[in-house]
């Protein structure tokens, strides 16, 4: 089965759903790091987790209008420094993390992110065209509750943040392991407005609708039925028929194949060259003497570059390689 994302609506209800279920875009990015002999394989707790990320931060971009990438960071304080899932308005993607240390095989969130409640997610929306003087927008929460209490559910996290930051309903349900990375994701319409990440939906209306539309809350109770394994080894139709018979929906065209979610990487040698420039020609050239050569491989998709000295020293006589301000190999 090809990765797939299906939306839906129920019909005369201010409710809307999205499901996701990457199989060969998820497998594809693990067979990538697993071919890194630096790191390896991503250890089960960190290869789930990161896989919750991907297909939330999936469902979250599909469920916008917005044209510019959605990125997912958790930043932590525990062995897993750095999780980041990058995702396109075309459903291209990309993830990569960093551990430092092991990790024990039973792992929880907190244990890996959260270790003293120093843990962080931030959701970033980066538009393709930018107005003069725009920046990215970014929400960032918290990986602990009002009280402090560490989460150990990434799904919970991510409701929070939807809540918060567009005040909207959202109920989340997310698996992962070793062959897919699956969520499910239903919303509460908003009273007024697009309801999508790039516009605030603060408003006294939507305030108020918050967690009293009964229509939301039925459906809602069914969605958290749904097992981990379920959305693991069920289709999409049978999901969606055993959650909702008794709910009249409207389904839309499935998005697979070149309109689906799909890995993609935006490194090239170009961009490399260009961090390479932003480091100086001295500290470029110390490398050099000591390895022979300049080799940087991209987190994302494990694509080594590398310059000889040849190739090195032609970057800093070239004025068409000079670095832009924030370049970046990835």
């Not at 009273?191 to 006294?204: K, P, T």
Request: aromatic share 6%; glycine share 8%; proline share 5%.
């Amino acid at each position: 089965m090809v990765s797939q994302l299906h939306k839906f609506i129920f019909d005369g209800l201010p409710v809307r759903g999205v499901l996701v279920q990457l199989t060969d875009t998820w497998t594809e990015i693990l067979r990538r790091r697993a071919s890194n002999t630096q790191h390896g394989a991503y250890p089960a707790p960190l290869r789930d987790m990161l896989g919750q990320m991907t297909a939330a931060a999936t469902l979250m971009q599909s469920n916008i209008k917005f044209d510019g990438s959605l990125t997912m960071q958790i930043m932590g304080d525990g062995p897993v420094k750095l999780a980041v899932v990058e995702v396109q308005p075309d459903l291209a993607l990309r993830a990569t993390a960093t551990l430092i240390g092991v990790l024990p095989e039973a792992a929880s969130l907190s244990h890996m992110v959260n270790a003293r409640n120093q843990g962080r997610c931030a959701i970033t929306l980066d538009p393709k065209t930018k107005f003069p003087g725009q920046q990215p927008y970014q929400g960032v929460v918290p990986l602990f509750d009002d009280d402090g209490v560490p989460i150990e559910r990434l799904s919970e996290v991510l409701e929070h943040y939807m809540l918060q930051s567009e005040q909207l309903d959202t109920t989340l349900m997310l698996a992962a392991n070793g062959t897919m990375a699956a969520g499910l994701l239903i919303q509460r319409l908003p009273v007024q407005g697009a309801g999508n990440l790039e516009g605030s939906m603060v408003s006294r209306e939507n305030e108020d609708a918050i967690g009293r539309n009964e229509d939301y809350q039925r459906i809602a109770i069914l969605a958290k039925t749904l097992q981990a394994e379920e959305l693991l080894r069920l289709d999409a139709d049978t999901i969606l028929r055993r959650l909702f018979w008794e709910e009249s929906l409207t389904r839309f065209e499935p998005l697979h194949g070149a309109n689906g979610p799909r890995f993609a990487c935006s490194c090239s040698r170009e961009r490399v060259a260009r961090m390479i420039v932003s480091l100086g020609a001295d500290e470029a050239h110390s490398v050099i003497e000591e390895r022979g050569e300049l080799e940087v491989a991209c987190e994302f998709c494990g694509v080594q570059y590398r310059f000889d000295p040849v190739d090195t020293a032609q970057l800093f006589v070239d004025p068409t390689r000079q670095a832009a301000p924030g370049s970046s190999a990835h």
